[in-house]
T-cell receptor, first 115, second 112 residues
Framework: GAGVSQSPRYKVAKRGQDVALRCDPI?????LFWYQQALGQGPEFLTY????????KSGLPSDRFFAERPEGSVSTLKIQRTQQEDSAVYLC?????????????FGPGTRLTVL | DQQVKQNSPSLSVQEGRISILNCDYT??????FLWYKKYPAEGPTFLIS?????DKNEDGRFTVFLNKSAKHLSLHIVPSQPGDSAVYFC???????????FGTGTSLTVIP
């Protein structure tokens, strides 16, 4: 079956613009994660959903970042009033179960460049 | 505060030899560890994992070793193949937690 998909793959925004990044997880996967990966760094946790419930948003860097997963499948990460420091690859991952030694399956990421 | 560290940004190994990638962590609450492999323009792909109740887990050419007292784990690839050339990320979590903590990655080049 299809893996995790993300769109757009590349996004260029002017500083101050709002952006929306989409994630389509693997069908039936309960858990969904968003990560931010800056150049030369590892992925950093942003937020976690179990079905439609956002159980952990402790990694969101500011209140300009907002994520939702209203029907427990597709998720959108929205960044308002983008800043240059928001430039990064945003990765989405899903896993079948909600906790424990679950394997995460990553999408290809969206590379956001803020000018 | 980096809780998972990969101190070698890059590693080059001859084809057929062993590749050893290292990872250190600081949080003693971590009890589940994973290695991911990443090709350019793709997301990380799960490779192998180990829980803290074990000190070794093997899957084909890949073996992960865990030394809890030293808070250190390593990934061994034997024999190394050119297709193994990629960036390898170490990650850790608490088994009952949600957050995965990643290292900064090691770029492995296997020379034919």
């Amino acid at each position: 079956g299809a893996g995790v998909s993300q769109s757009p793959r590349y996004k260029v925004a002017k500083r101050g613009q709002d952006v929306a990044l989409r994630c389509d997880p693997i069908s039936g996967h309960v858990s969904l994660f968003w990560y931010q990966q800056a150049l030369g760094q590892g992925p950093e946790f942003l937020t976690y959903f179990q079905n439609e419930a956002q159980l952990d948003k402790s990694g969101l860097p500011s209140d300009r970042f907002f994520a939702e997963r209203p029907e427990g499948s597709v998720s959108t990460l929205k960044i308002q009033r983008t800043q240059q420091e928001d430039s990064a690859v945003y990765l989405c991952a899903s896993s079948l179960v909600s906790s424990g030694g679950n394997t995460q399956y990553f999408g290809p990421g969206t590379r956001l460049t803020v000018l | 505060d980096q809780q998972v560290k990969q101190n070698s940004p890059s590693l080059s190994v001859q084809e057929g030899r062993i590749s050893i990638l290292n990872c250190d962590y600081t949080n003693s609450m971590f009890d589940y560890f994973l290695w991911y492999k990443k090709y350019p323009a793709e997301g990380p792909t799960f490779l192998i994992s180990i829980s803290s109740i074990k000190d070794k887990n093997e899957d084909g050419r890949f073996t992960v070793f865990l030394n809890k007292s030293a808070k250190h784990l390593s990934l061994h690839i034997v024999p190394s193949q050119p297709g193994d050339s990629a960036v390898y990320f170490c990650a850790a979590k608490r088994l009952n937690g949600n957050q995965f903590y990643f290292g900064t990655g090691t770029s492995l080049t296997v020379i034919p």
